[in-house]
T-cell receptor, first 115, second 114 residues
Framework: ETGVTQSPTHLIKTRGQQVTLRCSSQ?????VSWYQQALGQGPQFIFQ???????GRGNFPPRFSGLQFPNYSSELNVNALELDDSALYLC??????????????FGPGTRLTVT | AQSVSQHNHHVILSEAASLELGCNYS??????LFWYVQYPGQHLQLLLK????DPLVKGIKGFEAEFIKSKFSFNLRKPSVQWSDTAEYFC????????????WGLGTSLAVNP
């Protein structure tokens, strides 16, 4: 167990709806990254939050948005859901070590199905 | 653009066989390299990582990987696999000193027959 938790575990939504996924980072970690993992694929970087500000974004449209809260937990919001948004959404928290390196620790993911 | 290529998509081995999973990346600068494992029904776990120093790194559960800079490779090895090693294995890369996006390979599904 990494200490990174995500909710909900599974979710079924209809095309056009909006969804909010939640992530609690591991204690002491001030950075949260979100990834989308489609079936049979590796994770794709969506964006990262550091101290409540977006700190990098992958090739995802603006309908994917996020927030990070003062306690470093985070939300991923997806508007106007499309069928292709069906995937496992992973949250990873990380921190900067004394040697200046980073490791990302992953939560169990939220399985989103869009019908 | 950075990319990661994993050569084997599906591997089937018998217990006690040796394992080598290939990983190549495309990026000209200094990189951090990772292997993650995803056991059935579980979350991604870090197997091992390379930041700098000795190019032969050892991870958990008897796994090791060798960074060969001239070949842009970071292959994963284990001398003798067990049934419990059945899982999905992912190679990932990011720029050294950069905590931002990890670039991932497509993964290798390993099945170990008892």
């Amino acid at each position: 167990e990494t200490g990174v938790t995500q909710s909900p575990t599974h979710l079924i939504k209809t095309r056009g709806q909006q969804v909010t996924l939640r992530c609690s980072s591991q204690s002491g970690h001030n950075t949260v990254s979100w990834y989308q993992q489609a079936l049979g694929q590796g994770p794709q970087f969506i964006f990262q939050y550091y101290r409540e500000e977006e700190n990098g974004r992958g090739n995802f449209p603006p309908r994917f948005s996020g927030l990070q809260f003062p306690n470093y937990s985070s939300e991923l919001n997806v508007n106007a859901l499309e069928l292709d948004d069906s995937a496992l959404y992973l949250c990873a928290s990380s921190y900067r070590t004394g040697t200046g390196t980073y490791e990302q620790y992953f939560g169990p993911g939220t399985r989103l199905t869009v019908t | 653009a950075q990319s990661v290529s994993q050569h084997n998509h599906h591997v089937i081995l018998s217990e006690a066989a040796s394992l080598e999973l290939g990983c190549n990346y495309s990026y000209g600068g200094t990189v951090n390299l990772f292997w993650y494992v995803q056991y059935p029904g579980q979350h991604l776990q870090l197997l091992l990582k390379y930041f700098s120093g000795d190019p032969l790194v050892k991870g958990i559960k008897g796994f090791e990987a060798e960074f060969i800079k001239s070949k842009f490779s970071f292959n994963l090895r284990k001398p003798s696999v067990q049934w419990s090693d059945t899982a999905e294995y992912f190679c990932a890369v990011n720029r050294a000193g950069n905590n931002r996006k990890l670039i991932w390979g497509l993964g290798t599904s390993l099945a170990v027959n008892p």
